[in-house]
């Protein structure tokens, strides 16, 4: 059996975890049930939320969306699809190499979608110099060939 005690000790926390400023025990569980039915409600509206980018809108586009901007020494590749792209990183990295770009920086989630964003610097030993619109058109190749790669299989 709880203490009197205790049980002051467990209102105060239930208190003080749903931040009720009621003093009396009767205000303090009321205040704990309305902080309740407040949480149940904001996860119905994440669940929602989550069910309705799942599906996606229905006209995604289905190749990514490529964009590369110059920098000083290299460049800045963004890409992104609103879907899973198995494969496809090692396409691009792949094209990296071909263009003598290292790669300096890279973020990559790849789980319930594709985004890459990626710094990549010219090699020393080159003497060419590359522009975006090379780099955009040679990652778009890539993942025209990606895309062909895994409608074959």
Request: aromatic share 4%.
């Amino acid at each position: 059996m709880v203490s009197r005690e205790g049980l002051h000790d467990k209102l105060q926390l239930l208190r003080s975890i749903t931040n009720s400023h009621a003093m009396n025990e009767t205000s303090i569980v009321i205040d704990a049930s309305n902080y309740i039915k407040e949480l149940k409600q904001k996860v119905k509206i994440l669940n929602e939320d989550i069910a309705a980018t799942s599906q996606g809108p229905t006209n995604q586009n289905p190749w990514p969306e490529v964009t590369v901007k110059t920098l000083e020494k290299g460049f800045l590749l963004n890409v992104h699809s609103g879907r899973n792209c198995p494969g496809l990183l090692v396409f691009i990295l792949e094209t990296f190499e071909e263009l003598g770009l290292n790669v300096l920086e890279a973020r990559v989630s790849c789980t319930h979608s594709f985004h890459l964003q990626a710094i990549g610097g010219e090699n020393e030993e080159d003497e060419e110099s590359m522009n975006a619109q090379v780099v955009k058109r040679t990652i778009s190749n890539a993942i025209k060939n990606w895309s062909e790669s895994t409608n074959d299989q």
